[in-house]
């Protein structure tokens, strides 16, 4: 955020006024919205709960399908993996996130600041890495719960006029191929800084400069963004092999109504 830690020469004075602007009119906002917001789901909650229950009383009921044994397997066939994976996927993002805070942590702590250029840090990218991270680990979650109502009403998620129910696989195929491309420049880039440290250090002469020598927190900060780029190509491909899955459900589903 411009300010140093450990080179203080090299801190962004201009840059570091304006975050503390913006975090001093953050400080003050947030909350302001959170209690508005608060107070307009207390006043508008009756309202809105007699609205809904005036539209549901006169609501014409949707023509329930009939199901042929066939088109209730495969939405329960697809239910059973979409959960399997939901939650091996939401366990690995889980441990994965646990072991890569810490370093994240660490490495922000002990940071030499060695470029003005954000954009070349790599401990920048291990941070939306990891916030992409939590954001799949969100996705795996709501998927196990989702996979529930697959299974009780296979038609509530793979009927023809159902297109965008399953948005949550496509989303996290997004959000794990972007954070497959973070993750590995943050990876591309944590090598490019240990390989210049060592390059640079001229043999048989005493270094003190902290930016010019490799630090345990350079390697913490590679063992991050790696266990971030492992953690998103799982996630990626498990999320593009569940949308084929789906893709085929649809079509079987479909043939089984007709």
Do not use: C
Not at 131 to 146: K, N, R, V, Y
Request: hydrophobic letters at 55%; a positive charge.
């Amino acid at each position: 955020m411009g300010i140093s830690a450990g080179s203080r020469g090299l801190a962004d004075p201009d840059f570091a006024d304006v975050a503390r602007a913006m975090n001093q009119i953050a400080a003050f906002a947030l909350p302001a919205g959170l209690v508005a917001y608060l107070g307009f789901v207390a006043l508008a909650g009756p309202a809105r709960r007699a609205t809904s229950t005036a539209l549901v009383a006169t609501a014409p009921q949707r023509r329930a399908l009939a199901l042929s044994p066939e088109s209730a397997l495969v939405g329960q066939d697809l239910g059973r993996r979409i959960r399997l994976m939901g939650w091996i996927g939401f366990w690995l993002d889980f441990i994965l996130a646990f072991l890569t805070a810490p370093l994240l942590a660490f490495g922000a702590v002990g940071q030499s600041i060695s470029s003005t250029v954000w954009v070349s840090d790599p401990i920048h990218w291990g941070y939306f890495g990891l916030g992409l991270l939590f954001a799949s680990l969100f996705l795996d979650l709501f998927s196990t719960i989702a996979s529930g109502r697959l299974m009780r009403d296979p038609a509530s998620m793979l009927a023809a006029d159902q297109p965008a129910a399953l948005w949550f696989l496509g989303a996290g195929s997004l959000v794990n191929v972007l954070g497959s491309v973070v993750s590995f420049v943050g990876v591309g880039l944590s090598i490019a800084l240990l390989v210049a440290k060592t390059v640079s250090q001229p043999p048989g002469i005493a270094i003190t400069d902290p930016d010019r020598i490799v630090r345990a927190l350079d390697v913490f900060i590679l063992m991050a963004n790696f266990n971030l780029l492992l953690a998103h190509f799982i996630g990626a491909g498990a999320a593009v092999w569940l949308s084929m899955q789906a893709l085929k459900a649809r079509h079987k589903f479909a043939v089984g109504l007709g």
